[in-house]
């Protein structure tokens, strides 16, 4: 297909993040234009299923009019102000006191920032700000997992685990040490049970500790349920495991909760589904639903009281972000969380699981499907060569993105993630919709499977 103008404008002008910039003048960007409840529309008036809800973020869907109001009100009666030096707007109270309320530990205070990954920066300084004010200042190494995804400026890039986010950017940061990421199904050994595999990863992550030093790591980040990295399901006894070695060193548990958070998993936190008691909680994405950027950093008593006497010692908090809190993004997460509570969108999302994850889980018999996992509305089907021995496809044949291209011709937007083709769609989806989200997806995975076949990439 011949590209057309606002496409050939697009790619004249405007780097796409997470693309193949190598490829991506053969087929064009997908230029977005329109938005309803959980359907989007291309320039050309193609609708879809977004079932990605964007980058697991817009929750409430497209064009709720309550948001959207929020939003206009707010920026009528103060479009912007800062909250550096003693300075606050009424937006930023009102969701820092909401945050607290749903918190699944109890929380002190809120910090704000304007995406996840200065959620995830701010909390690596905040652990080192906490450890010098305490006397520890060689507490300072962070430990996150392989395939993690944590973010993309240089400390949240160095935390993410994913080779794309390392390989030619120097990274990761030295302070920085990764463990074995808990996916049974790919890292799980020839024989090993669940059990024997958390034992493992407890034995594995035992070693790193004592080969870094204990007195020199400050805290291990986890999402509860990986999203970028492929929808990855820890077994339900590894949190706790882990937490038992990280207790016993007292090292601090971050909990990014990015994608996880307002009850995506089928609880208001991933931390409650995955049985995670962490120390501090980063939040972003669904936090305003999308409809404006915002990240929350929320930090538990004894850290604040430790900022408070560093800043006490210096002079002031130094740290802070000219947009961290802004007031459009404050007022909107204000209403979303309001819309969440008001509208039972936990209860929605619980009533519509069972179906999703009985339709989700039914893809591990297609012949392509080697695993399919998930909790709440997040999914993904991982493609496989073989079935029988789990054996990948060569990654250069390009199956996941093929695959989610025949996808987007029977109107559905998904995300291929390698070879694992995940699912996130709008909390507000109805059961008809998932009905007809699955029918799609299944009918792409059959087109997939014929172009397998007929390309010999087995
Ligand atoms: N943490 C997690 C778990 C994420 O999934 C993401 C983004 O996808 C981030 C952090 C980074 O957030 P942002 O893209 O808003 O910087």
Redesign the pocket.
């Known amino acids: 297909m011949p590209l057309t103008n606002m496409q050939v404008r697009d790619l004249e002008n405007v780097v796409h993040p997470y693309t193949p910039l190598h490829k991506i003048r053969q087929t064009g960007p997908m230029m977005l234009d329109s938005g309803k409840g959980i359907f989007v529309r291309d320039d050309q008036g193609k609708e879809y299923i977004e079932a990605m809800s964007g ?2 973020c817009t929750g409430l869907g497209w064009g709720d009019e309550e948001l959207i109001e929020a939003g206009i009100e707010q920026l009528r009666k103060l479009a912007y102000y800062h909250n550096f030096a003693g300075k606050g707007t009424e937006p930023q109270v009102a969701l820092a006191e909401k945050l607290k309320e749903v918190a699944p530990v109890p929380i002190s205070k809120v910090f704000f920032t304007s ?6 920066d701010t909390q690596i300084k905040l652990v080192w700000y906490y450890n010098n004010a305490i006397g520890r200042p060689k507490k300072k190494k962070i430990i996150s997992r392989m395939k ?6 240089i400390a ?1 890039a160095s935390l993410t685990g994913l080779p794309y986010n390392h390989i030619d950017w120097d990274l990761p940061l030295d302070f920085v040490k990764h463990t074995t990421c808990p996916h049974f199904y790919r890292f799980g050994e020839p024989g090993e049970t669940e059990e024997d595999f958390v034992a493992r990863l407890v034995r594995d992550l035992e070693e790193l500790i004592a080969r870094e030093g204990p007195d020199t790591v400050a805290a291990f980040i986890a ?1 509860p349920i ?3 990295g492929g929808v990855l399901v820890p077994p339900e006894t590894y949190f706790p495991a882990i937490q038992q070695v990280l207790d016993r060193h007292d090292i601090l548990l971050i909990d ?5 958070g307002f009850c995506r998993t089928g609880n208001w936190w991933g931390a409650q589904t995955m049985n995670m008691k962490p120390h501090t909680i ?1 939040s ?2 669904q936090l305003t639903s999308a409809y404006a ?1 915002l ?1 929350a950093v929320m930090i538990p008593d004894f850290m604040y009281e430790a900022m408070e006497q560093a800043s006490a010692k210096i002079g002031l908090f130094g740290h802070g972000f000219t947009y961290g809190g802004h007031p459009l993004g404050a007022a909107i997460g204000a209403k979303t969380l309001e819309i969440y509570q008001k509208r039972n969108i936990l209860d929605h999302v619980r009533g519509v699981t069972p179906t999703f994850l009985k339709r989700l889980h039914a893809l591990a018999d297609h012949p392509l499907v080697g695993e399919a996992r998930g909790r709440g509305l997040l999914g993904a089907a991982e493609l496989v060569a073989d079935k029988t021995t789990r054996r990948p496809f060569d990654p250069k044949a390009g199956v996941g993105a093929q695959c989610a291209k025949f996808m987007e011709k029977h109107g559905l937007i998904v995300r291929a993630i390698g070879e694992s083709i995940a699912l996130c769609p709008p909390m507000i989806i109805t059961e008809d919709e998932v009905g007809e989200l699955f029918d799609r997806y299944e009918r792409a995975l059959d087109e997939t499977e014929a172009w397998v076949n007929k390309e010999g990439l087995r």
Do not use: C, F
């Open positions: 980058l697991w995406s996840g990954s200065e959620a995830n993690a995804y944590h973010g993309v400026t949240s999402e990986m999203g970028a990014d909760e990015v994608i996880n980063s972003a994405k950027p990240g």
